[in-house]
Every structure is written in structure tokens, then in C-alpha cells.
T-cell receptor
Framework: GAVVSQHPSRVICKSGTSVKIECRSL??????MFWYRQFPKQSLMLMAT?????????EQGVEKDKFLINHASLTLSTLTVTSAHPEDSSFYIC???????????????FGPGTRLLVL | GENVEQHPSTLSVQEGDSAVIKCTYS??????FPWYKQELGKRPQLIID?????GEKKDQRIAVTLNKTAKHFSLHITETQPEDSAVYFC???????????FGSGTKLNVKP
């Protein structure tokens, strides 16, 4: 249980275009989802916390107008990288936290990640 | 906020030996500490977690210990196998807060 999917797994785009990445919780509801960025051989950098039905909370230094987050339902959050540039190339991973009570409530379950390459 | 430090950054052990990875945290309000394993190009997978009301938890070859007074927790892997080779991340979270604070990761290499 607690499966998180992410789509696409890999995307190559031209500089200046926008890219949308989807994160879905397949077998549970997630009031809260998280978006991370991971550079090669480095740790997970939290970009923003996505809350269903409300605005996302961005970490310091993350441009909210560049990384648009929408959490329209309890199972879907999207991250849109607007006007992508080569420096946005990275591995983007989402995670979801189980809603409600129970032993899994505190745990974050990660999606498989999306590798973005901006040419 | 919370600051999680993880050591060592790389660890190489012989198959069958034990491996220990250590993390410290700064905020005494943190009460949940998961450990994740990430293989190259894949998602982080939860392997074990511990809450602040216990000092140790074990799951087969994997164990985690927590010292609340000293604010550190450790991952212990016994009888290591080549498939244990991966990057391991520790994390800490405060009660009633959403965010996890991750350590910098430890690349474990188990030599056959």
C-alpha cells in the first residue's frame, strides 16, 4: 500500500517552454504532498509543501511564480516549471503523506521522480 | 528550524560486516525519525522509522537507535549484503509539523 506515482518519468524540453509534472497517490488520500529537487549525489531539497484546496507553502529561495503548484484533489498535485531554463534541469521528486489517523500517518511516501533536462 | 547532520558521507564495508550511519538533530521538539534508502535513479524508500517514545527499533538486519538527550539517532545494518549498497538518508520531523528535514545522505558500498 501507499503507492505514489509520478508522470512523466523523464522529459526533455527547449529553453523557455513550460513543463508540468503530476504526482498521484494511488491507493490513499493525501492532504499534503511535497515537492523536492535533487541534484546528483546530493540530498533532497524541499521546494514546497502542497496542501489540498489551498495555496502551496514555498521554501525560502524557491520562486513561486516559476514553480507553480496545484493540489486540486486529495490524490493529485502538479508542479509546473514555467519558462524552463537549463539550470532548472534536475531530478524532481514528490512525496505524499497519508491523511487521517493510523500508523502510516507520519510517513512520507515518495514518487519515482521526474528527470527534467532543459536544452 | 531543524538542522540534521549525517555522517559519514561515504561508507565502504565488506560483505557480512556491519554498517552504522549516524545523524544528529538540533530541535528537541523533533519526535519522528525515518530512514530512507535510495538506489541510483530511483525513489527513496522508507526502511525503518522510530518515534521519540522509544529508544530502539529493529527489523531483521536493520535497527535504529535514538538518544533523545544527546539528540542523535543511528542506523545499524548487520550482515551487510551487496544489495544493501545505496544512498541512505535520515530525516527528522517535529510533532504536528509537515516538513521533514533530511540529512545529507550516506553512500554505502558493500563489497562482495
Amino acid at each position: 500500500g501507499a503507492v505514489v506515482s509520478q508522470h512523466p518519468s523523464r522529459v526533455i524540453c527547449k529553453s523557455g517552454t513550460s513543463v508540468k509534472i503530476e504526482c498521484r497517490s494511488l491507493d490513499f488520500q493525501a492532504t499534503t504532498m511535497f515537492w523536492y529537487r535533487q541534484f546528483p549525489k546530493q540530498s533532497l531539497m524541499l521546494m514546497a509543501t502542497s496542501n489540498e484546496g489551498s495555496k502551496a507553502t514555498y521554501e525560502q529561495g524557491v520562486e513561486k511564480d516559476k514553480f507553480l503548484i496545484n493540489h486540486a484533489s486529495l490524490t493529485l498535485s502538479t508542479l509546473t516549471v514555467t519558462s524552463a531554463h537549463p539550470e532548472d534541469s534536475s531530478f524532481y521528486i514528490c512525496s505524499a503523506r497519508v491523511s487521517g489517523s493510523g500508523p502510516r500517518k507520519e510517513t512520507q511516501y515518495f514518487g519515482p521522480g521526474t528527470r527534467l533536462l532543459v536544452l | 528550524g531543524e538542522n540534521v547532520e549525517q555522517h559519514p558521507s561515504t561508507l565502504s564495508v565488506q560483505e557480512g560486516d556491519s554498517a552504522v550511519i549516524k545523524c544528529t538533530y538540533s530541535d528537541s521538539a523533533s519526535n519522528y525519525f525515518p530512514w530512507y534508502k535510495q538506489e541510483l535513479g530511483k525513489r527513496p524508500q522508507l526502511i525503518i522509522d522510530i518515534r521519540s517514545n522509544v529508544g530502539e527499533k529493529k527489523d531483521q538486519r536493520i535497527a535504529v537507535t535514538l538518544n533523545k538527550t544527546a539528540k542523535h539517532f543511528s542506523l545499524h545494518i548487520t550482515e551487510t549484503q551487496p544489495e544493501d549498497s545505496a544512498v541512505y538518508f535520515c530525516a527528522a520531523r517535529k510533532y504536528n509539523f509537515n516538513k521533514f528535514y533530511f540529512g545529507s545522505g550516506t553512500k554505502l558500498n558493500v563489497k562482495p
